[in-house]
């Protein structure tokens, strides 16, 4: 039950949680329905399996580094793993936006990395700082 107090465990939820929405929001939209990627007028995570698979990755470290909170440093790695994922999502959906930026416009979703990108970030600064609190008093003793 002490894990669900640690603000690092609210941010990772809310990372997690925030990401479910990128499953609703999509990146991108076009007027008119257009080839490829933009088929239903939208850019989602349905239109390619490299942002599916970024999406539920992040979903996945961020849900799974909660319950890691024994283990700080791996829990600071996964972390760091999950920025990186989420960065790779962001500039995929980056460059797919790009590619078609002439005939759409952008939406809520490409905000949503955005975001988790900085809960991530501020769930690892407070790991950091416990890790620093144990050391702190282990050198105490």
């Given at each position: 039950?002490?894990?669900?107090?640690?603000?690092?465990?609210?941010?990772?939820?809310?990372?997690?949680?925030?990401?479910?929405?990128l499953?609703?929001?999509?990146?991108?939209?076009?007027?008119?329905?257009?080839?490829?990627?933009?088929?239903?007028?939208?850019?989602?995570?349905?239109?390619?399996?490299?942002?599916?698979?970024?999406?539920?990755?992040?979903?996945?470290?961020?849900?799974?580094?909660?319950?890691?909170?024994?283990?700080?440093?791996?829990?600071?790695?996964?972390?760091?793993?999950?920025?990186l994922?989420?960065?790779?999502?962001?500039?995929?959906?980056?460059y797919?936006?790009?590619?078609?930026?002439?005939?759409?416009?952008?939406?809520?979703?490409?905000?949503?990395?955005?975001?988790?990108?900085?809960?991530?970030?501020?769930?690892?600064?407070?790991?950091?700082?416990?890790?620093?609190?144990?050391?702190?008093?282990?050198?105490?003793?």
């Amino acid at each position: 039950m002490g894990q669900i107090q640690r603000i690092q465990s609210v941010y990772l939820f809310l990372a997690a949680a925030i990401a479910g929405l990128l499953f609703s929001l999509p990146f991108a939209v076009a007027p008119v329905q257009q080839e490829g990627v933009f088929l239903d007028g939208m850019l989602n995570l349905n239109d390619h399996p490299v942002l599916m698979t970024l999406a539920v990755l992040s979903i996945v470290l961020s849900t799974g580094t909660i319950f890691l909170f024994n283990n700080r440093n791996l829990q600071m790695n996964l972390g760091k793993l999950n920025i990186l994922v989420i960065a790779g999502l962001l500039s995929f959906a980056g460059y797919l936006f790009y590619s078609f930026m002439n005939v759409a416009s952008v939406s809520g979703g490409l905000i949503i990395p955005l975001i988790i990108f900085v809960l991530v970030f501020m769930a690892n600064r407070n790991i950091q700082k416990d890790e620093n609190l144990v050391r702190d008093s282990d050198r105490l003793r």
